[in-house]
């Protein structure tokens, strides 16, 4: 008896350091930094497509030249890695004002691009990282 209290003593030992190790890769890569593979041509040459990205996932500013993954606006189940063209209060390509709260994106590779010359301007909650490779 007294064995097998050991022995299920021993694998709660090892439950608590899975636990806790579970936790934080979990807020490691949820909220701070994560690897992403990228996929597709649109930010072609300077993603490239298959390749991995390092992405900052807190404590960094939005900036013109980011950039960003992102939810999709149209498809909110797929993520998208685009580069950050115009700000909020900047006139975007079709003469608009882009809205407060809201960015202009559009990749590298506009020939085969979805990005805000299709669906405009995307709101900044959005997105869930930038690109620091």
Same mark, same amino acid.
């Given at each position: =008896?007294?064995?097998?209290?050991?022995?299920?003593?021993a694998?709660?030992?090892?439950?608590?350091?899975?636990?806790?190790?579970? +936790?934080? !890769? !979990?807020?490691?890569t949820?909220?701070? $930094?994560?690897f992403?593979?990228?996929?597709?041509?649109? =930010?072609?040459?300077?993603?490239?497509?298959?390749?991995?990205?390092?992405?900052?996932?807190?404590? !960094?500013? $939005?900036?013109?030249?980011?950039?960003?993954?992102?939810?999709?606006?149209?498809?909110? #189940?797929y993520?998208? +890695?685009?580069?950050?063209? %115009?700000?909020? #209060?900047?006139?975007?390509?079709?003469?608009?004002?882009?809205p407060?709260? %809201?960015?202009?994106?559009?990749?590298?590779?506009?020939?085969?691009?979805?990005?805000?010359?299709? %669906?405009?301007?995307?709101?900044?909650?959005?997105?869930?990282?930038?690109?620091? !490779?």
């Amino acid at each position: =008896m007294l064995s097998s209290l050991k022995q299920i003593l021993a694998k709660q030992k090892d439950i608590l350091v899975v636990i806790p190790a579970f +936790c934080s !890769y !979990y807020l490691l890569t949820q909220h701070l $930094i994560s690897f992403e593979l990228s996929e597709g041509q649109s =930010m072609h040459p300077t993603v490239k497509d298959g390749e991995l990205v390092i992405v900052q996932r807190a404590f !960094y500013k $939005i900036q013109k030249g980011d950039i960003i993954i992102a939810k999709s606006p149209v498809r909110p #189940d797929y993520t998208v +890695c685009k580069r950050i063209v %115009h700000l909020e #209060d900047e006139i975007d390509p079709n003469g608009n004002k882009v809205p407060k709260n %809201h960015v202009w994106i559009e990749g590298d590779n506009g020939k085969v691009s979805f990005d805000s010359k299709f %669906h405009g301007p995307i709101p900044i909650n959005l997105i869930q990282g930038r690109v620091i !490779y």
